[in-house]
């Protein structure tokens, strides 16, 4: 009898964890992205570049024609201030 209910307790034991069947593994195709996911991932760092290298470009400019116009008001400014003076 104590034999018997320790084989049901064993059974019971062992049917409670059941272990994964080969077929339902994935294979690596499914794990891993691949060459198409390196290729995606590549082409986005490249895209993300060019665009902050244009937007660089974009700031720069947009600082460089403030500071042109903030010349060319100061010259006009002083040129207002005194206009007997003859320009060359």
Known sequence: MIADTL??????LTAA????????APNDDQVTPGYV???????LAVVVVLLVIDMVRRIRR????????EKLDAEQ????????TDER
């Open 7 to 12: 084989l049901r307790v064993g059974v019971w």
């Open 17 to 24: 964890t059941p272990s994964p069947t080969p077929s339902g």
């Open 37 to 43: 996911g390196f290729i995606v991932t590549f082409v």
């Open 62 to 69: 947009v600082r460089y024609r403030a500071e042109i116009a």
């Open 77 to 84: 400014a002083a040129q207002n201030e005194h206009p007997d």
